[in-house]
């Protein structure tokens, strides 16, 4: 069984390894990181906190928006695309479940997205270690940071696997992709900002608010890492927010893996309904 599914990660990993746009979302990732470190590095002197724990707040932010979608990139067509190419069928012809299938493109898409990461962030971690502008405390930081993006991207690819299984041509899944990440990552706290701005005293601040967060796992990936790093003086906003919910922050990485299973169940159960 693992031999199967590891067949399938490398496949998935070579494949995602030369995808262009997984390369250009890197480089974005390498140009923005260092872009962040090199103007947000200004509030290291008055504030004494090291410059690499700065940078990671700042990366906490960026991360939100593009590791959604770099998830998205990479799974939005992994199994209607199969179908597509006509090779789903092959596939499954040979003795390999659907689930340990879904299992190996899950675990190569999760290590393309870790090289990604570790290459884009890992250029501007380098360059301010050897610079003199990080510690080992804004190392740790900045681990935590790699790993709590990977787990927000395999929320979102699993994600991908769910809209991949529910369409029949890529074009339909790519377009239903970026609804996803628009819903998820934009428009959801837009509709909550409403709420908040339109009853600010009521039930929906002290009571509703707080555990709608929980059910976006951008809010959570954010609400973690920014409750962890003590930044509502380095970076305001969701910071602040983050330092006054009526849970630890704990909670917010559980609700992360929580999403992460439960999308990961659904695409599992769809897998299993396609007849290619």
């Known amino acids: 069984m693992l031999s199967r599914i590891l067949a399938i990660a490398m496949q998935e990993l070579r494949i995602g390894i030369r995808n262009r746009w997984i390369v250009l ?20 002197g008055t504030l004494g906190v090291d410059r690499l724990t700065i940078t990671v707040a700042s990366l906490s932010s960026l991360s939100v928006y593009l590791v959604p979608l770099i998830a998205l990139i990479l799974a939005f067509d ?18 390999l479940s659907r689930s340990e299938f879904l299992f190996g493109k899950a675990l190569g898409h999760s ?6 990461l570790g290459v884009g962030y890992g250029v501007t971690a380098g360059f301010m270690i050897l610079s003199g502008a990080g510690s080992i405390a804004g190392l740790v930081d900045f681990l935590r940071l790699i790993a709590t993006s990977v787990l927000l991207g395999q929320c979102f690819i699993a994600v991908g696997y769910m809209l991949s299984c529910l369409t029949r041509q890529s074009v339909t899944a790519a377009a239903a992709a970026i609804a996803t990440w628009l819903v998820l990552v934009v428009l959801y706290d837009l509709a909550l900002l409403g709420a908040l701005v339109a009853n600010p005293e009521g039930v929906f601040a002290s009571s509703i608010f707080p555990y709608a967060l929980l059910l976006n796992p951008a809010d959570s990936f954010r609400l973690f890492n920014l409750a962890a790093l003590g930044a509502s003086d380095l970076v305001g906003g969701m910071a602040g927010v983050a330092e006054t919910l009526p849970f630890s922050p704990t909670s917010a990485l559980v609700s992360l893996a929580m999403f992460a299973g439960f999308a990961m169940s659904g695409s599992l159960l769809l897998i299993r309904r396609i007849a290619p």
């Open 111 to 116: 290590l393309v997205l870790l090289i990604a």
């Open 25 to 44: 979302a890197t480089a974005i990732l390498a140009v923005f990181s260092l872009a962040l470190a090199l103007l947000g590095s200004a509030p290291a």
């Open 78 to 95: 992994a199994v209607c695309g199969e179908i597509e190419r006509g090779t789903l069928l092959m596939t499954f012809s040979c003795p």
